[in-house]
């Protein structure tokens, strides 16, 4: 399929997060024809729970080192609703998998004369989960005509491990305002779910450092008072997160243990900062410092020892760090915004497709 995609249908298999619905928005921006279906909020199969758990231990008699999951949505909803939006183009976002059998949704796609591509956006979040990634590998992923993929390393994989149609496609955000505050009441502030490779390095800045995520609590008996005191155990996304990102003199990325252990932290957060200009301090990767000129537009950290030092550093030197907020607000809003991860390489990759 070529030329520009008369419409997309996005089903957001990640609803919990905006990424999806800025998407669309910055579709609807460029003036691209768009459906959206939040998979999480779609009615279940009847009585799902009780046929997921039947599946499951059938499944085991059978192969007790394999993985089963009943998707949970009803492919009927979806077949009707692909005759309503009659989509050129089906992207997916994070996953089908516990939504859809994949080989259900190449049948509806091909009677819809859909191509039915992926923003994989989640892969590293299954590396601990080995049945489930093997699951997603060998089930999901050849479902598609193409792939996009926020990380090189796993675009590498997807493409010369595996032999499928996978193009890189880094995170964006959608463009704001920067709405970094003169008067700041937060020293470092981190946000995201709680992850031992995260406390290790927390701990080394605990006096500075506010923390808002999930699954910290449950971990209290790994972190040292002192941070505990600093924690509050739950997401925040949308107006709050922005709110708190204004509020703060530095904004701490750490990339979660599966990430860092693939050689890449090209997360979403880092994005969402630049779109608010935030002074950013984030773990160092090379896929990073391709995008990004780092010590002008954003600061990066290799070690815990670093990661104090620079704490230390950019707190007693605002000028330097509000210099570096400036030019990595710029460079997000020349370059990284959803608007032009579309114009760049979403749209050329689709009007390559065959």
């Known amino acids: 399929m070529t030329g520009k995609p008369k419409k997309i249908l996005v089903l957001d298999g990640i609803g919990g997060v905006p990424l999806a619905r800025d998407l669309c928005a910055a579709f609807s921006t460029l003036g691209i024809a768009t459906a959206y279906l939040d998979c999480l909020a779609q009615k279940r199969r009847p009585l799902h729970g009780i046929r997921a758990a039947y599946a499951k231990a059938l499944n085991r008699q059978s192969d007790r080192d394999g ?35 994949p080989a259900s949704l190449r049948k509806l796609a ?5 191509a039915l591509l992926l923003y994989d956006t989640d892969s590293c979040n299954l590396y601990s989960r080995r049945r489930e990634f093997i699951h997603f590998v060998e089930n999901e992923l050849p479902a598609y005509d193409l792939i996009f993929s926020f990380s090189k390393v796993t675009t590498r994989f997807f493409r010369e491990s595996r032999k499928l149609n996978a193009v890189f496609l880094p995170f964006g955000a959608r463009p704001l305002n920067a709405i970094a505050r003169d008067a700041k009441t937060l020293d470092v502030l981190f946000v995201g ?29 790994l972190i040292s008072g002192a941070l505990r005191s600093r924690i509050t155990d739950r997401a925040v996304w949308g107006d ?25 932290g090209v997360n979403l957060r880092i994005f969402e900062a630049l779109a608010a ?7 160092h990767c090379d896929e990073l410092a391709e995008l990004f000129s780092v010590g002008k537009e954003i600061e990066t950290y290799r070690s815990s020892a670093e990661l104090a030092a ?14 570096i907020a400036r030019k990595g607000h710029a460079a997000f809003l020349d370059a990284h915004t959803w608007e032009a991860r579309i114009r760049g390489s979403l749209i050329p990759a689709l009007d390559g497709l065959q």
């Open 67 to 101: 993985f089963s999951l009943l998707p949970k949505l009803v492919e009927k909803d979806l077949e009707a609703l692909l005759e309503r939006e009659s989509p050129s183009h089906i992207l997916v976002v994070g996953f089908a998998y516990k939504f859809y059998h």
């Open 277 to 283: 200009g935030c002074f950013l301090l984030t773990d």
């Open 193 to 221: 779910t709680c992850d031992l490779r995260r406390i290790f390095l927390i701990e080394g800045i605990r006096d500075h450092v506010t923390i808002y995520g999930n699954r910290w609590q449950r971990n209290f008996p």
């Open 310 to 323: 620079k704490v230390d550093h950019y707190l007693n030197n605002p000028d330097a760090r509000l210099a």
């Open 240 to 264: 709050e997160l922005y709110r708190l990102l204004g509020e703060s003199k530095i904004l701490l990325n750490i990339t979660r243990s599966d990430f860092f252990g693939a050689e890449t």
């Open 110 to 114: 091909d009677k819809a004369g859909a």
